[in-house]
Nanobody, 119 residues
């Protein structure tokens, strides 16, 4: 059975940092990433990383502030620095076989972890 288990969310002041973790079990995934959903908004892509960790991609809104990394192949991290109020959302770990499939109907999802940034 495939499971993605996230941890690391919480409450932080604007300008602060948080680190999210996601451990996948049950199978190996070529690509893992993070999405987020704020109240009243659609779920949006945040960052993704490939198997080796050599290829990463980021949403424009988080470039230069967030860093995605991967350890032991099935554990992915999201280091979030210089957090802004608008980063407040539920953050979801995602995993799939290909980069183009990530976020689509074949994607596996974690349960989500709340990140709240106070202004």
């Amino acid at each position: 059975q495939v499971q993605l288990v996230e941890s690391g969310g919480g409450l932080v002041q604007a300008g602060g940092s948080l680190r999210l973790s996601c451990a996948a079990s049950g199978r190996a995934f070529y690509v893992m990433g993070w999405f987020r959903q704020a109240p009243g908004k659609e779920r949006e892509f945040v960052a993704a990383i490939n198997w080796s960790g050599g290829i990463t991609s980021y949403a424009d809104s988080v470039k230069g502030r967030f860093t995605i990394s991967r350890d032991n192949k099935n554990t992915v991290y999201l280091q979030m620095n210089s957090l802004k109020f608008e980063d407040t959302a539920v953050y979801y770990c995602a995993a799939d076989r290909t980069t183009t499939a990530l976020g689509g109907p074949t994607t596996y999802w974690g349960q989500g972890t709340q990140v709240t940034v106070s202004s």
